[in-house]
């Protein structure tokens, strides 16, 4: 949970600086990150590599784990956010880049502040209502 929660902290940042800066740049670095958590794991993104390397070795290791499809979903997610976002800022409509993009502001922020995972919850509710 510590691991997510520190990527959840970065993309706050990055994704603060593109509503603040309007880089179309930036946003689809976000992007291609948000392909790489979903498609391998968050753990095998960048900001788990760093997270594993430079953060975990100085707190300990996690007391227990979480399974890995949830927030592999929620990146999913921001990635389908980020690319609305992309559209928004390529195509000239401005709202739309910003509606999208502080979306996945809002979520990765109450993962960052309050670790509550809005992808992890929605993939869950999704799962629920498949199975039953």
């Known amino acids: ?24 740049w930036l946003l689809a670095a976000q992007a291609v990150l948000f392909a790489l958590g979903a498609a391998a794991g968050v753990q ?5 590599w760093v997270f594993r390397t430079l953060v975990r070795p100085r707190i300990g290791p996690p007391p227990a784990t979480e399974d890995a499809a949830p927030p592999r979903f929620a990146q999913a997610v921001g990635l389908v956010f980020s690319l ?9 409509v401005q709202w739309l880049g910003l509606a999208a ?20 919850e929605l993939y869950l509710l999704l799962k629920r209502v498949t199975t039953a």
Not at 6 to 21: E, I, K, N, R, S
Not at 84 to 92: C, D, P, Q, V
Not at 101 to 120: E, I, M, S
């Open 1 to 24: 949970m510590r691991g997510p929660r520190f990527g959840a902290a970065v993309t706050t940042v990055v994704l603060a600086v593109v509503l603040v800066t309007g880089s179309v």
């Open 44 to 48: 095998k993104s960048p900001y788990g």
């Open 84 to 92: 609305i976002g992309l559209i928004g800022y390529g195509a000239g």
């Open 101 to 120: 993009t502080a979306c996945a502001l809002a979520a990765a922020f109450l993962n960052a502040a309050f670790a509550y995972c809005l992808g992890c």
